[in-house]
């Protein structure tokens, strides 16, 4: 082989493999981004609550918002709000305001709220609780 062949031949691969790896990157860029559909919410805030707190004189000002995936969820959910408030009012009468002080506390709260609207409406479309008013006063 001539040396100008060699030079093709060199030429031709490198040409060849770029085209490789840019394909590649190209076909792998577009599988490895898990294009995840967007889950539609649906938030229901109630009122603000005022509970007593266990073992206390003092009293929790509240106020809830759960969210949920489902529309079916949340309009059972809206159509049965006393429910809800009568089971974060019972969450919050027996809790005491040792457990209920700091963020640790707050986020306990917001899990067992959540845990109990799960198993209340055997739902497992509620997602989140969150709280736009909490204080002790």
């Given at each position: 082989m001539t040396r100008n062949?060699?030079?093709?031949?060199i030429i031709v691969l490198l040409f060849a493999?770029?085209?490789?790896?840019?394909a590649g990157i190209f076909i792998f860029s577009n599988n490895s981004e898990v294009?995840?559909?967007e889950v539609k919410t649906y938030p229901l805030t109630l009122e603000e609550m005022y509970c007593n707190i266990k073992d206390s004189r003092r009293i929790m000002k509240i106020k809830v918002t759960v969210e949920t995936t489902s529309k079916k969820?949340?309009?059972?959910m809206n159509e049965k709000q006393f429910l809800i408030r009568d089971e974060v009012n019972k969450i919050v009468r027996?809790?005491?305001?040792?457990?209920?002080?700091?963020k640790e506390g707050q986020i306990n709260l917001q899990n067992k709220i959540k845990e109990n609207l799960i198993e209340l409406f055997s739902d497992q479309n509620i997602t989140n609780v969150y709280f736009d008013d909490f204080i002790i006063q």
């Amino acid at each position: 082989m001539t040396r100008n062949t060699i030079l093709l031949v060199i030429i031709v691969l490198l040409f060849a493999l770029t085209l490789g790896i840019l394909a590649g990157i190209f076909i792998f860029s577009n599988n490895s981004e898990v294009r995840e559909k967007e889950v539609k919410t649906y938030p229901l805030t109630l009122e603000e609550m005022y509970c007593n707190i266990k073992d206390s004189r003092r009293i929790m000002k509240i106020k809830v918002t759960v969210e949920t995936t489902s529309k079916k969820t949340f309009e059972e959910m809206n159509e049965k709000q006393f429910l809800i408030r009568d089971e974060v009012n019972k969450i919050v009468r027996n809790s005491t305001e040792e457990e209920l002080e700091g963020k640790e506390g707050q986020i306990n709260l917001q899990n067992k709220i959540k845990e109990n609207l799960i198993e209340l409406f055997s739902d497992q479309n509620i997602t989140n609780v969150y709280f736009d008013d909490f204080i002790i006063q």
